[in-house]
């Protein structure tokens, strides 16, 4: 894991999907972007959040939105799963508008942990992912036994199989999130929606956690849209990030966003970007956005 | 009142200690047959829905639509409707009330806590307007199975089929829904209508148990069995299916035994229902049975594993 590394160097050494022509635009001849938003504005009951987003993910990229809590990063997360209209603007997804239940996205939900007595089984858990929004019982066993196959594999790919038959509620915040990942991979998705996947996990885990789903990218090749308020642990794997703040979007390369000048233009405030010897990156100046995210400065009209 | 002679009745005779006999000897009687097909059906709906409403949280919810049923009953008793329709219909008027407020339900225990007294309330005024016998009111407070009408087996029946039927058309849905709501909703569950739908077939759970097991005593039917059969399984339909088989076994030991003594049924129901959740939480919090059984047979693994932790606390 090269987590400890420079952002720079980082970004160097992991082959970027999307050609730097532009940070915010494939370069023509590129596949369809899988995500397109433009003009786009966030917010809802006539409050907006942030306002006059223009970004597009390509295809196989892996998108890091940081922000301060409150700042509307889950907000766009649910736009893209269709469950929150765009206040303006517009927002595609595969090219289409964004329509509620799309077997090709895969979503892990930002999570308090488990309940610890919750008993059901992780495989079950999983299970939920292949057929759970059918109506009805499942009675066919070729069906049964294919879905097992394909729980078990989900299990596998993210290094949970030995949990199969373990009580959900009774597994570590590192265990569950992995559970969930494999709930979201199992229905093979084209895009995965990871809302702070990295939250309440101890710093190994972290670790663990994004180096996985940098590996299962890889493999796959699917886009991963990845919110998380602490850019340190997916410094080594993201391609761009998008910065959700002070009202407005901001995407780019981690070394082109995360800079002092770039963040106190977004938050219009003092913004100091510190970085230690081992190339963690520390943002100085945004307590107050922190504790007020719903400042007055923070809200455009 | 049929069921103040029915309760004891095989007491005069006594058991005889042979199984087949005494079951016969139950059975012969037409009041102890329509007992056992109503509660049956009954049990069987109450002990599927209980693991849901043991999975999702909602105990408490089951509760206060039962007691709100109870303003029901009583004011059936009033103008003379069977109570057991006066208590679907207000507890499908409460379950709408709770769905409809869906996700907000939780953290509003105060509201549903004061329609539940205030509903109680209405109901003992009811009781107190009433000019005939209060026994059927008190039926409705503590459960009157040997009393059922041969009409009220039938519709027991039929609303334990309907609610099969509903509940096995929204089966997975719902399940994802308890156990992962905002996924669920992601995949394009409307967990809300889902949500509602389970309220409501969880008044019409209620409304058949209640004849059972009476509105104060709802929780031995309807949470007991489900809140057992999730300790001891961890895949859902052997949990359900455990929860069903063990929601009519106590309601079938009950019947027996308030045949054969002189004490009445709810008593037994709740008291076995109280008996068997203590049995399998003493078997172990929250681990499964095997596990808890295969520890027990190996007990070198556990001893080592609590050597390794005190081992890390003293580092």
Redesign the interface.
């Known amino acids: 894991m090269s987590g400890t590394a420079g952002s720079a160097a980082a970004a160097a050494a992991r082959p970027v999907p999307v050609p730097a022509g532009g940070p915010d635009r494939p370069e023509a001849g590129s596949p369809a972007p899988v995500i397109e938003a433009a003009g786009l504005a966030s917010g809802y009951r006539g409050r907006t959040v942030w306002s006059g987003a223009d970004f597009s993910v390509g295809a196989g990229e892996l998108l890091t939105v940081l922000g301060p809590n409150g700042a509307g990063k889950s907000t766009l997360l649910r736009m893209v799963?269709g469950?929150l209209r765009p206040a303006e603007g517009t927002l595609s997804v595969f090219g289409g508008a964004p329509r509620?239940?799309?077997?090709a996205?895969g979503?892990?939900?930002q999570r308090r942990t488990l309940?610890?007595?919750?008993?059901?089984?992780a495989a079950?858990?999983v299970g939920?992912?292949v057929?759970?929004?059918?109506?009805?019982?499942?009675v066919s066993p070729h069906k049964r036994r294919e879905k097992a196959q394909d729980v078990s594999r989900a299990l596998a790919s993210v290094g949970a199989a030995h949990l199969s038959?373990?009580?959900v509620?009774?597994l570590s915040g590192g265990e569950q999130q992995r559970l969930?990942l494999a709930?979201?991979l199992v229905s093979r998705p084209r895009l995965l929606l990871l809302d702070e996947p990295l939250a309440s996990l101890d710093l190994r885990s972290q670790q663990e956690v994004s180096q996985l789903v940098a590996d299962l990218q890889a493999e796959h090749g699917f886009t991963v849209v990845l919110v998380t308020h602490d850019i340190n642990p997916v410094l080594g794997v993201t391609d761009r990030v998008m910065y959700v703040a002070g009202g407005g979007v901001s995407v780019g390369p981690p070394e082109e966003v995360i800079t002092s000048a770039s963040l106190s233009r977004l938050y219009q405030a003092d913004v100091e970007v510190l970085t230690d010897s081992r190339g963690r990156i520390f943002v100085v100046g945004l307590e107050a956005e922190t504790a007020h995210p719903h400042s007055p400065r923070g809200l455009r009209p | 009142m049929t069921g103040v002679l029915a309760s004891g009745y095989g007491f005069l005779s006594g058991p005889s200690w042979n199984l087949v006999a005494d079951v016969q000897n139950m059975l012969s009687f037409a009041f102890m047959r329509n007992a056992f097909a109503a509660s049956t059906a009954s049990a069987l709906v109450a002990g599927l829905i209980g693991y849901f409403v043991v999975?999702r949280?909602s105990s408490f919810a089951a509760h206060a639509i039962s007691h709100i049923g109870f303003a029901g009953a009583a004011g059936a008793v009033l103008i003379g409707v069977n109570p057991v329709l006066g208590v679907a219909a207000l507890s499908l008027a409460a379950s709408v009330g709770m769905g409809l407020l869906g996700r907000r339900l939780r953290g509003r225990d105060v509201v549903i806590g004061l329609v539940m007294a205030a509903s109680l309330g209405l109901g003992y005024l009811f009781i107190s307007l009433y000019k005939g016998n209060a026994t059927d009111a008190y039926a409705v407070l503590f459960g009157q199975i040997f009393g059922i009408t041969v009409g009220a087996v039938r519709i027991t029946v039929l609303t334990s089929a309907v609610v099969l039927a509903l509940l096995?058309?929204?089966?997975?849905?719902l399940?994802?829904a308890s156990?992962?709501e905002?996924?669920?909703?992601?995949?394009?569950?409307r967990v809300g209508a889902v949500g509602l739908g389970f309220m409501m077939l969880l008044a019409l759970a209620v409304s058949e148990a209640v004849q059972v097991s009476g509105v104060l005593l709802i929780f031995a039917l309807l949470v007991a069995p489900g809140a057992i059969a999730?300790?001891v399984?961890?895949?859902?339909a052997a949990?359900l299916a455990l929860s069903a088989a063990l929601a009519i076994l106590i309601t079938w030991a009950s019947l027996a035994l308030a045949f054969y003594t002189p004490y009445p049924v709810s008593f037994y129901v709740t008291t076995l229902a109280f008996v068997l959740y203590l049995g399998v939480r003493a078997m172990g919090r929250?681990?499964?049975l095997r596990r808890r059984l295969a520890a027990a047979a190996s007990p070198a693994r556990e001893p080592a594993a609590e050597r390794r932790q005190a081992a890390t606390v003293r580092t």
């Open positions: 799963l469950l509620r239940g799309n077997p996205i979503y892990v939900p309940d610890p007595d919750l008993g059901v089984r079950d858990l939920l992912g057929d759970g929004h059918r109506w009805g019982v499942s038959g373990r009580a509620g009774r969930q709930q979201a | 999975l949280a096995a058309a929204i089966y997975r849905p399940l994802f156990l992962d905002e996924v669920a909703e992601a995949r394009g569950i999730g300790r399984f961890r895949r859902p949990a929250g681990s499964g």
